[in-house]
């Protein structure tokens, strides 16, 4: 038996199916399906079921994972203490992050970039989510907009945040500033494909303007900024995106607003990748530091 077939058992774990355990750790997926049936051999038993969707555990292979996870720290120990750094100062290895486009690659991806500048071993890959997967495989970190579909006890309000209506100068000064909610039947909006969100604390434009029409819907959040910005309408934008932005001016802030709020869920200790915790708590300090541009 090979202390590195069980952490890969972990990695598939964590993935769910052997193609991505793979392709996070470099490996063909006939590599992983070798190494895992060799492991069985050594066994004596499966430690996976193999479906069509992907694989799920036996209970050997449930029961193993307390101790894949400690041969994975005791070697990223060992590849620490090679490199000479202090283990509770270096961040390495990867760690996935599943969140919403625009939470993203406005606030996360400035943050793990600043972590990988100072920790070069540490390697990040950000997915695209909008909301918490109910089963959590193969991500880390979790942040999705609302509360998770399926009771995940360990999941945590990391911010709320506020998304409210934003214009060009230019269309302003063409179409005018509307005086209320319900001139904003008469302008082009710019949101989301409504029929194709799949996050009720999103649907929301109803219940300030009653029957409306979305003119440019994207399921983007970075294409409806750029519409909004390029005169394309008024865009109900997150404020953190669209503050920034030198070309947007606010519509009807007083009236119209709303307050989502981001939720986080790290995987469970004996999933999760060893950076990972300490990633989490680097988000937390971010958002606090960012509340003025979360909810300005």
Partial sequence: MKAD?????????????????????GLNHATVSRRISALERALGAPV????????ELTELGNGLLESCELIERALADVSVRVASAPAERTLSGLV???TTDGFGAGLIAPLVAELHQINQGLQVELVT??????????ADIEIGVGEPLVSRPDAEALTKYRLALYASADYIEHYGMPA?????????LVYYVEPLLRVEDLDILSQFIGPHRVAI???????????TREGAGIGLLPAYLAEPVPELRRVLWDDVGFT??????????????????TVMQAIREMVAEKQGLLLP
Avoid: N
């Fill in 217 to 227: 819907g994207s399921t983007s959040i970075h294409a409806q900024v750029a519409a």
């Fill in 5 to 25: 077939d069980l952490v890969l058992l972990l990695e598939v774990a964590r993935c769910g199916s052997l193609a991505q355990a793979g392709a996070t750790l």
């Fill in 48 to 55: 996976l079921i193999r479906t069509v969707q992907g694989c």
């Fill in 260 to 277: 989502p709020t981001y939720t986080a869920v790290l995987a469970p200790r004996q999933l999760r990748r060893s950076a990972s915790t």
């Fill in 180 to 188: 209320t909610p319900e001139e904003l039947r008469g302008h082009s």
């Fill in 129 to 138: 989510s909008t909301r918490l997967d109910p089963y959590g495989l193969g």
């Fill in 96 to 98: 996935r992050i599943a």
